[in-house]
């Protein structure tokens, strides 16, 4: 279990809130609006209002015990990155931010987020390319060059094991999880499993490499 604090309690700081805690982690929520906290109250650890510009407000609620922080809105670019700012001078280990655009990923990566997203634009890539290729199941982008697939196994594929393919080194991909049927998801797969028709496979790659999976017939 670990602890973290969620920044802006909007849609995206709400859901990340919630989320995370539903997965068991402690999480202290925070938004100067008091009915956003208010809203939040009984589906995290802790909410709190509070002005997170003022360094003495992030001290008085305990953030800088926290595992990782989450900046969850971008609306004010002066105000996220001040409060990114806060959060690196309090030492937590690990920064992640919302940003309203490239100027201000550049500026937060530049004082030192860990990790900058873009939630719309991220859901709309990931979507545009489910709808632009059938054979995608569904698509999580990592990065702009990387992301995981989930489609079905190639038919060529099938009766052959991961030994047998060497996936790794004919098609630069991992395939990270499996799942055959009904049964339950099978991560880190065994080399020895053999594919059978109709299984589902999680790949990890870059762009191109995926897309030459999809292409194998």
Same mark, same amino acid.
């Given at each position: @279990?670990?602890?973290?604090?969620?920044?802006?309690?909007?849609?995206?700081?709400?859901?990340?809130?919630?989320?995370l805690c539903a997965l068991g982690h402690q999480v202290l929520a925070i938004d100067?609006?008091?009915?956003? #906290?208010?809203? @939040?109250?009984?589906?995290?650890?802790? $909410?709190?209002?509070?002005?997170?510009?003022?360094?003495?407000?992030?001290? @008085?609620?305990?953030?800088?015990? @926290?595992?990782?922080?989450?900046?969850?809105? =971008?609306?004010? *670019?002066?105000? =996220?990155?001040?409060?990114?700012?806060?959060?690196?001078?309090?030492?937590?280990?690990?920064?992640?931010?919302?940003?309203?655009?490239?100027?201000?990923?550049?500026?937060?990566?530049?004082?030192? $987020?860990?990790?900058?997203?873009?939630?719309?634009?991220? =859901?709309?890539?990931?979507? $545009?390319?489910?709808?632009?290729?059938?054979?995608?199941?569904?698509?999580?982008?990592?990065?702009?060059?990387?992301?995981?697939?989930?489609?079905? #196994?190639?038919?060529?594929?099938?009766?052959?094991?991961?030994?047998?393919?060497?996936?790794? $080194?004919?098609?630069?991909?991992?395939?990270?999880?499996?799942?055959?049927?009904?049964?339950? *998801?099978?991560?880190?797969? =065994?080399?020895?499993?053999?594919?059978?028709?109709?299984?589902?496979?999680?790949?990890?790659?870059?762009?191109?490499?995926?897309?030459?999976?999809?292409?194998?017939?």
């Amino acid at each position: @279990m670990e602890t973290f604090v969620v920044i802006g309690l909007g849609r995206f700081g709400s859901a990340v809130a919630e989320e995370l805690c539903a997965l068991g982690h402690q999480v202290l929520a925070i938004d100067t609006d008091e009915k956003a #906290v208010q809203r @939040m109250a009984d589906k995290v650890t802790q $909410a709190a209002v509070g002005d997170c510009q003022d360094p003495e407000v992030l001290e @008085m609620l305990g953030v800088k015990n @926290m595992d990782g922080a989450v900046v969850a809105f =971008s609306n004010d *670019i002066g105000t =996220s990155v001040l409060i990114t700012l806060n959060l690196k001078e309090l030492g937590l280990p690990r920064i992640i931010c919302k940003a309203r655009n490239h100027s201000h990923r550049e500026v937060l990566r530049r004082i030192g $987020a860990d990790q900058v997203v873009f939630p719309e634009l991220e =859901s709309g890539r990931n979507l $545009a390319r489910t709808l632009a290729n059938r054979e995608i199941l569904n698509y999580i982008e990592l990065t702009e060059r990387y992301g995981i697939v989930k489609l079905k #196994v190639p038919a060529r594929w099938v009766g052959k094991t991961l030994r047998d393919l060497n996936v790794r $080194a004919n098609y630069q991909v991992n395939i990270i999880a499996i799942q055959s049927g009904d049964e339950a *998801i099978q991560p880190v797969p =065994s080399p020895d499993y053999p594919f059978r028709a109709g299984d589902l496979i999680f790949t990890l790659g870059d762009n191109e490499s995926n897309e030459r999976i999809l292409a194998l017939e």
